[in-house]
């Protein structure tokens, strides 16, 4: 009765905290670039995470600072095979949800499911016993859709009393319940094999979140994942692999079309180039081990490179925009040959260019020497030019792109 009492006069104070205070979590900027990050190498581990809190990359503007970045390359490291991430996760994500979502994947092709769930059911005091139904449905719905050789990782719900701004009365509260459902997480994850409980990381903060401290996370379930998994199970298949044959044919059939010396492509290149004021323009194409630079402002540039040093190939593993405002400030990209070599660029924003059935062939991309800011106006731009490009490449076979 007392439990009762407490949930009941608790769980609308710390919901009008969340909502009204300054300091929630649930004002802080999560990453909106594409749910995939990947680590290089050969022999990926293939890996989904799914659930909510700080999994979705709070305090951070892309994935790759967040979880998923961090613990690709932790894993990586450890393993020296490359890990493909995918993410599946949203900041107000329940368990009953969490089920939902992995009820409509295909989980054959993870060789790890890292479960981040409850932290949304500790703020809002569920009971333990629709928790305890909630978090077995999710294990079992996970444990049938993986392959009997994958590992499923559960996160522990986290505490919340390291955010000094969450008043103390709440968070205590808050914090004892999470504990009550923890419990019960690490109990039920033993009635599955294959199934992984792991505790809860005094670096999962909500408030001040940033990449040092994912990163500090990051690491301690990678030392976890490593320590569970067998090196010798088969691997699952890779849907990467098939996606990057179907673009590749994409661009095969785009040459067929003819690309070469095309002055519209050069007039809209100069628009870009004009538009933003950088100092270079370009449109490139990525084939398997080789980015194709089709029409350039503001350089001359040889028509090939190597693909492994293109940064409009991680461009074109997104939908939006890449933009990065200062490459000599951001680990991923200092060892790019356009960053640390003589151009020296530092500033670069790139939108991908489409095939008709969606595969991302190529990028138009602007690029600086000096840090720049890139306003949500200045993407709409960008991606206007790029579609228009888009379109007239593909109209030479009748096919409106937009």
């Known amino acids: 009765m007392l439990d009762f009492l407490r949930r009941t006069f608790t769980r609308p104070l710390v919901a009008l905290w969340l909502a009204g205070s300054r300091h929630s979590w649930k004002r802080r900027l999560l990453p909106r670039d594409s749910p995939h990050v990947l680590a290089p190498g050969t022999n990926p581990e293939r890996v989904l995470i799914v659930g909510d809190g700080a999994a979705s990359g709070r305090g951070v503007v892309t994935h790759d600072l967040g979880l998923p970045g961090f613990l690709a390359r932790s894993l990586s490291a450890r393993t020296d095979r490359a890990t493909e991430v995918d993410i599946l996760v949203d900041d107000a994500m329940t368990a009953d949800e969490c089920t939902e979502a992995l009820a409509s994947q295909d989980l054959r092709r993870y060789d ?52 000094p701004h969450f008043p103390r009365a709440l968070a205590n509260a808050v914090d004892f319940h999470g504990g009550v459902l923890n419990t019960i997480t690490e109990r039920m994850t033993e009635e599955h094999q294959g199934v992984v409980y792991v505790p809860e990381s005094r670096d999962q903060i909500f408030e001040e979140a940033g990449a040092v401290r994912y990163q500090a996370w990051a690491e301690l379930i990678a030392d976890r994942i490593v320590r569970n998994l067998d090196p010798h199970r088969p691997q699952a298949p890779s ?90 400030r951001d680990h991923r990209y200092t060892g790019f040959s356009v960053v640390a070599g003589e151009l020296g660029i530092r500033f670069y924003a790139g939108f991908p260019i489409e095939s008709p059935d969606g595969f991302r062939v190529g990028a138009l991309c602007v690029m600086d020497d000096r840090s720049r800011r890139f306003s949500g106006s200045d993407a709409i731009a960008l991606r206007d030019l790029a579609a228009e490009i888009q379109r007239h490449l593909y109209s030479r076979e009748g096919v409106g792109v937009g």
């Not at 305890?132 to 522990?156: E, G, M, N, P």
């Not at 994409?250 to 004021?277: C, M, P, Q, W, Y």
């Not at 081990?289 to 693909?307: F, K, M, Q, W």
């Open 112 to 163: 790890i499911v890292l479960v981040s769930c409850g932290a949304n059911e500790a703020l809002a005091l569920q009971s333990p016993r629709e928790w305890q139904l909630a978090i077995r449905t999710l294990l079992t719905t996970a444990r049938l859709k993986t392959s009997r050789d994958a590992k499923i990782f559960v996160l522990a719900a986290p505490q919340f009393g390291v955010n």
């Open 239 to 328: 849907m990467a692999d098939e996606y990057e044959q179907a673009r590749q044919r994409a661009f095969e059939h785009l040459e067929s079309l003819g690309t070469a010396n095309d002055a519209i492509v050069d007039r809209l290149t100069d628009k870009a180039r004009d538009r933003f004021g950088a100092k270079i323009a370009a449109v490139t194409f990525l084939h398997a081990d080789t980015e194709h630079v089709r029409a350039v402002s503001g350089l001359e540039v040889d028509a090939v490179y190597p693909r492994s040093d293109a940064i409009c190939d991680v461009a074109i593993r997104r939908r939006g925009p890449l933009v990065i405002e200062d490459a000599r």
